[in-house]
């Protein structure tokens, strides 16, 4: 980003920064903010682009085959690696 932004608008109840900008968490922000629910959108549609890219790239981890991250297949194939 070029500029900083004024104010963030946090989904969720934590939020750790060291940046010197005001915020506000939201819990369930993306149900009561249009921004936050687009900020969502983007943000998954972008994860499961990345994930895509990435299960070609690395197919023993299978991440084609997991709709959210789950820690056992990754570590099971991080372990045939070795």
């Not at 682009?49 to 099971?76: C, D, G, H, N």
Request: some cysteine; hydrophobic content about 45%; overall charge positive.
């Amino acid at each position: 980003m070029k500029e900083a932004p004024d104010f963030l608008l946090i989904d969720g109840n934590r939020f750790r920064t060291r940046l010197d900008i005001p915020f506000s968490c939201i819990i369930k922000g993306d149900g009561k903010f249009q921004s936050i629910a687009a900020a969502s959108i983007l943000a998954k549609v972008f994860r499961d682009t990345l994930m895509a890219s990435l299960a070609k790239e690395f197919p023993i981890y299978q991440w084609e085959k997991m709709p959210v991250i789950r820690l056992k297949p990754i570590v099971r194939a991080s372990q045939r690696l070795e």
